[in-house]
């Protein structure tokens, strides 16, 4: 039973052993993760001996070093078995065994003394030139001098000529065996060891580790095993040199790209995808050639194709394959194409509306940053298939009717970019695509319309809290003429100021900004710079790169796009804002007859990037671009006026005009309220509409959000049958009614008014609320409050109602 155990047990190790050499060679990904799991430090090229210490303690380590010890001592003496028959039959010549033999004990014995972790080289190799001389005493009797001429002397020169010649012309004659590897490997193993593992001695060790010890130790072994043999026909191999240097060129770079190996792997690839049938393609995955060769580098054909087939039938199987090619393998190519092939194949499929919404569920898969395979085109399908999935969640029938027009839009940009496309291959992935999208979207649009006219409930058309976006809330914007006729007559002056948008938050200054595009002459092309975002940069080059992204971005989002170039970003990481400001020359270079609006919204963050970098290089930046680039305007927006702010910014911003966004006019508020989107039918009685304009003073956002509200409370009623769905109308009650949820629902804004003020200020409100008379002691901060729009002139009353009531519940609560 024993002797059976045995048995096994050595089998069990010739079969790692053999494992080892496969994955050296055609699986490295997977030999590099198996070490790793070993030891976490162990690396292909490591020598495992030099963790002896560590054998003890990680049997699998001491088992590992085992195996490389063999394979490095026993691989050559096969190699030059394969070899040698080969050569007898090319070259006529008998194989001299003798000498072959001789060298053979000398590297047996060499590895047996460096297994013993001997540090000392010359032991080793002294040991091993001992053992080839006695070994050749023994057999043929020759002398000590002879001997050891062969084995350290210059012999080891001409060995190594000879090994090049013979194992190039017996892989050139033996292409696709096994030993054609091995003798391309005795080229490159012998050009990098000669000078260190031959000089040093034959028997070096198993320095490297296992795949330096095979790829290079073993393959010394073999040009010293097959050189030694042949050592006697120098002169009939160097009269072939002409020809066997073209053979060692042609077999070299054929061995190097693995070219043997990809003949037999086309062959099998060719064959899988013939004989397999459209529905059988995902049963071929588990067979294509980068499950047993993870390092092809010629390409192969139809893998891409295979693996898109396989994806309709079975996705996961399909997405499996992906992963291996890209983490397993250096097949990331083909995966990228397979992953496009995919992606296309999905958005050409779509033939409903709840197919495009799913798209982007379909896809999330994908690595980000997506393939640069997909282009441009699929990752604009996916931002569709996310508009309409947002269509889709939306909470009225009304509003997803409204934001299906986002989708829309850029399906009829996108089909007019396909059309003008020189691009053959996209025009023809695509087709009819986004016309085909354009159709489903459309119908699913007036179906949406035709439902929100039937409803019973009111439309739920106010838009309360984020900026308004002229895509989506398309006239709900009211007002603000004034300030746009301003911006545009000093924009066209001779000598325009820097333009200073301040006021209030939520007072609609970030809504302007993006409506200003479609309110002002076409020669004018504003340019919105979220600063708030790009303030986030803590390097002066992040600032910068953050800039001209939101430049460029800004510029195609304009309801007439400007496509415009990308900054060098070499010049932009050396020196960021000269090469913005070289940038923004060549921009106003090749737009002639345009003038360019900068609009730098939240622009008091410039401060923070200010304070982190210990740098003013943007503010440099700034009045650079003032008095040299007379094309370009700046326009500043925040909630802050300059005396606010520290005194370095007077540096800087000098000729500035100031326009202040407040309040909306009543007539103005009014339209807001009872016509917010064309076609509304009236839902207010006249005095709630009053309520409303006392209330919130005009304030845009607290217009929108009482309006909001009133709205949900009229829909509440009509679904529990409290109202009729003809005649419900809001009252001067409902407005009252809905107080309370405002102010929850308006919390942050308000929190954020009564945070921005000072002691002195909040200290002055209280009192005011209690009841008490400000003093003359109070007209500066009367003043200052008055500024803010909190206070009226006579510093004794609120100017917006709904910030007293918020005040008052604070203080309640405190």
Request: net charge neutral.
């Amino acid at each position: 039973m024993s002797n059976k155990s045995s048995a096994s047990g050595f089998w069990n190790y010739v079969a790692e052993c053999l494992r080892l050499l496969y994955w050296i060679y055609f699986k490295p990904f997977t030999f590099e993760r198996w070490l790793r799991d070993i030891h976490p430090e162990l690396k292909p090229r490591d020598n495992p001996f030099d963790k002896r210490a560590e054998f003890r303690t990680n049997p699998r380590l001491r088992r590992y070093a085992g195996q490389v010890w063999w394979l490095i001592a026993v691989v050559p003496m096969f190699a030059v078995l394969l070899v040698a028959p080969v050569y007898t039959l090319v070259s006529g010549e008998s194989f001299n065994w003798f000498i072959s033999c001789v060298f053979w004990v000398g590297w047996f014995i060499g590895r047996f003394f460096d297994r013993g972790g001997n540090k000392n080289k010359l032991v080793i190799f002294l040991a091993a030139v001992l053992s080839i001389f006695l070994a050749y005493q023994f057999l043929s009797g020759v002398t000590f001098v002879v001997a050891v001429g062969v084995a350290v002397g210059v012999a080891f020169v001409v060995a190594f000529v000879v090994a090049f010649v013979v194992a190039f012309v017996v892989a050139f004659v033996v292409a696709l065996l096994v030993a054609l590897v091995v003798a391309v490997g005795v080229v490159v193993g012998v050009a990098v060891v000669v000078a260190g593992s031959v000089a040093g001695g034959v028997a070096r060790g198993v320095a490297g580790g296992l795949a330096g010890s095979v790829t290079g130790s073993v393959a010394v072994g073999v040009a010293v095993g097959v050189a030694g043999g042949v050592a006697g026909g120098v002169a009939g191999g160097l009269a072939l040199g002409v020809a066997v240097s073209v053979v060692f060129v042609v077999v070299f770079i054929l061995g190097v790209l693995r070219v043997y190996f990809w003949l037999g792997e086309l062959l099998w690839i060719l064959t899988l995808f013939l004989l397999s049938r459209n529905g059988k393609r995902v049963n071929c995955l588990r067979y294509l050639p980068p499950r047993f060769d993870e390092l092809i580098i010629l390409p192969l054909p139809f893998m891409d194709m295979m693996i898109v087939e396989a994806y309709r039938k079975n996705p996961i199987a399909a997405r499996e394959t992906i992963n291996y090619l890209i983490s397993s393998t250096n097949q990331q190519k083909v995966a990228a194409q397979a992953i496009s092939g995919i992606a296309v194949d999905i958005v050409n499929r779509c033939q409903r509306l709840s197919d495009i919404v799913e798209i982007a569920n379909q896809l999330a898969w994908i690595p980000s940053p997506p393939p640069k395979e997909l282009g441009i085109v699929v990752p604009q399908f996916l931002d569709i298939s996310q508009n309409v999935r947002a269509s889709e969640e939306a909470t009225s029938l009304y509003r997803k009717y409204e934001l299906l027009n986002i989708p829309i839009k850029a399906l009829r940009q996108l089909g007019q970019s396909l059309a003008l496309t020189k691009n053959a291959r996209v025009a023809v992935s695509f087709g009819n695509t986004p016309q085909s999208w354009l159709t489903i979207l459309e119908t699913a649009q007036r179906t949406l319309n035709e439902q929100a006219q039937q409803s019973q409930e009111i439309r739920q058309v106010y838009i309360a809290g984020n900026s308004l976006d002229p895509e989506t809330a398309k006239n709900r914007f009211k007002g603000r003429i004034d300030i746009f006729r301003e911006i545009e007559t000093l924009a066209l002056s001779e000598q325009p100021p820097v333009l200073l948008l301040y006021g209030g938050r939520r007072t609609g200054k970030t809504s302007a900004l993006k409506y200003l595009p479609y309110r002002i002459q076409a020669n004018i092309v504003p340019l919105l710079v979220d600063l708030q975002g790009a303030a986030s940069a803590t390097t002066l080059k992040g600032l910068a790169e953050n800039l001209a992204q939101q430049i460029i971005e800004a510029a195609r989002r304009l309801p007439r796009r400007v496509y415009l170039p990308n900054p060098d970003a070499n010049k932009l990481a050396e020196d960021p804002f000269p090469a913005l400001q070289t940038w923004l020359a060549e921009i106003e270079r090749s737009n002639s007859g345009k003038q360019f609006l900068l609009c730098l919204d939240e622009y008091e963050r410039l401060g923070e990037v200010v304070e982190a970098t210990s740098s003013r290089a943007p503010l440099n930046f700034i009045r650079n671009l003032l008095q040299h680039q007379r094309k370009w305007i700046l326009l500043f927006s925040g909630s802050q006026e300059l005396s606010e702010l520290d005194d370095y910014w007077s540096d800087y911003l000098i000729n500035t005009r100031a326009l202040r966004m407040t309040y909306l006019h009543e007539l103005e508020a009014r339209d807001l309220i009872q016509q917010p989107v064309e076609n509304f039918s009236n839902i207010y009685e006249p005095t709630a509409v009053d309520e409303i304009i006392q209330l919130t003073r005009c304030q845009p956002y607290l217009v929108q959000l009482m309006c909001y509200e009133l709205v949900e409370l009229l829909n509440r009623d009509i679904r529990r049958n409290r109202r009729e769905a003809d005649t419900a109308k809001a009252t001067a009650q409902d407005v009252q009614e809905v107080i309370p949820v405002v102010l929850e629902r308006g919390d942050q804004y308000f929190r954020e008014l009564w945070k921005s003020l000072t002691d002195s200020d909040r200290s002055l409100l209280r009192r005011i609320i209690h009841g008490e008379t400000p003093t003359q002691q109070d007209k500066g901060v009367i003043r200052k409050l008055t500024r803010k729009e909190i206070l009226t002139q006579e510093g004794n009353a609120f100017q917006v109602p709904f910030v007293q009531k918020y005040i008052e519940q604070l203080l309640e609560e405190e």
